[in-house]
């Protein structure tokens, strides 16, 4: 009997032993498209190991996660502009197995994501195309009077896709205020002549920060504008504010490119005329230097006068422009500032944000400090720098319709402009406008 005892239970022990693999469960799959890029999000139960590998004839992604079964649904992901012509999935003994069929290659990444205010944990796969994502810097020339360029203006709504950015009162989201901004400050740009708008995303998609700044140097921008919406935990924070990259930022950012010079095909130079990777490391140094100096003193003077614009009607959170060093403001070759409209978790500022009238507003105010700068400083062979040396006068007068609640004083102080100029530019004898009118906002 002592025997039999002690073998059932050593029995007990060795089956007590066996580790039980815990179940994750997929709830949730949601899919954001970008031009060059796919991303697919689970959404999972807890945190899981997952594997991802490719197959081909047919092209094929593979992603094994351990112990999870599938929970939902694949249906209405919305995939048919995307690489993924399919998605199969099945349970084995191990955990799920999903495949993707593709129509076309791509360069699959995948990687976890812990929880944070919106969702829990995440499994992430990133599906870049393989015939953009491997597109190399070319020049757009779009000729403007006597052949001249447009100066180009790179419009960066942040965040996007998985990334919501900061969420205010009434779950209003940081990323679809500032791409509306951003969609309204794209047109006032590019029904300027001489002008031309790129957008770094123009949909609800994410974009890694190098990504932004990648696209900026491809367009070959002159400027860079990131556009976004601040957030704190104490609600009553409140104040526009507007950036440039600070000393700290660019000397880290300097050393950067010094390391991986040799091994990039980056150029720096304004219009891409210049490699580092033929330079010695005290002439490359040099040269570095040189370029981002003259995109650090572009930067702060187009920065000032955007803060200034912003000021007539929004309450600032300082009365200087402020520096940092964020990602985005660290192209050596590309003045670049960052614009934070306001604090999206301030009630009375969520409000205004999420208003078209205001998102109007502050796009015009960029818009103005913008023009200013480069008709103040015109880049070398632009219809800019054309129309100034020919003594053409500046077109950046502007139309506006009347809407309800406007009057003429609030209109011109809206603008930047006075009163006195408002009646002269649109020869009225009076303040008195009617809804619907059409006024002439001279240049300010």
């Known amino acids: 009997m002592k ?24 709830r949730n799959v949601r899919a954001w498209l970008a031009p060059d890029n796919t991303r697919l999000v689970f959404d999972m139960s807890g945190p899981v190991e997952h594997k991802l590998f490719t197959l081909s004839g047919p092209d094929r992604v593979v992603i094994d996660i351990e112990g999870a079964r599938l929970k939902a649904s694949f249906d209405g992901l919305g995939l048919d502009k995307s690489p993924v012509g399919d998605i199969r999935y099945s349970h084995r003994d191990d955990g799920l197995r999903v495949v993707l069929d593709l129509k076309e290659k791509v360069r699959p990444k995948s990687f976890d994501l ?26 757009v020339p779009i000729p403007g009077e006597e052949g001249k360029r447009d100066i180009v203006v790179m419009i960066d709504a942040g965040h996007g896709g998985e990334d919501p950015g900061a969420i205010g009162p009434g779950g209003v989201r940081e990323k679809d205020v500032v791409l509306a901004i951003a969609r309204k400050l794209k047109d006032l740009i590019d029904a300027r002549k001489g002008y031309r708008a790129v957008m770094t995303r123009t949909g609800d998609y994410y974009i890694s920060l190098r990504g932004r700044t990648g696209k900026a140097r491809k367009s070959n921008a002159d400027l860079f504008v990131s556009i976004h919406a ?123 944000l999420k208003t078209a009238s205001y998102q109007r507003q502050m796009a015009e ?68 406008i009617r809804v619907g009118q059409v006024l002439r906002i001279p240049a300010g």
Request: glycine letters at 6%; hydrophobic letters at 40%; aromatic letters at 6%.
């Open 3 to 26: 025997t039999l005892l002690r073998s059932i239970t050593v029995l007990l022990l060795c089956v007590l032993s066996v580790p039980v693999m815990a179940t994750q469960e997929v």
């Open 114 to 139: 812990k929880p944070n205010d919106q969702y829990g944990h995440r499994l992430v796969v990133d599906l870049a195309m393989q015939s953009k994502a491997t597109v190399t810097k070319t020049v």
């Open 230 to 352: 601040d957030a704190f935990k104490d609600a009553r924070a409140r104040g526009a504010s507007v950036w440039v990259l600070s000393g700290r930022g660019a000397t880290s950012e300097m050393g950067r490119w010094l390391a991986r010079r040799e091994n990039s095909a980056d150029l720096i130079g304004g219009v891409g005329s210049l490699s580092l990777d033929d330079k010695d490391d005290v002439l490359a140094s040099v040269l570095l230097d040189m370029s981002m100096n003259a995109s650090r003193k572009d930067s702060h003077q187009v920065a000032s006068r955007i803060h200034g614009n912003i000021d007539r009607f929004a309450r600032m959170h300082k009365k200087h422009v402020e520096q940092a060093g964020f990602v985005v403001l660290k192209s050596p070759d590309i003045p670049s500032i960052l614009v934070e409209t306001g604090f999206i978790s301030n009630p009375g500022e969520a409000r205004k």
């Open 365 to 432: 105010a960029i818009y103005r400090g913008i023009t200013d700068h480069f008709w103040n400083k015109p880049p070398a062979a632009t219809y800019i720098a054309w129309q100034k040396q020919n003594g053409k006068p500046d077109q950046s007068d502007r139309l506006y319709k009347v809407v309800s609640g406007d009057t003429l004083s609030v209109i011109a102080q809206r603008n930047g402009v006075s009163l006195q100029q408002l009646r002269r530019a649109n020869k009225l004898n009076s303040d008195r």
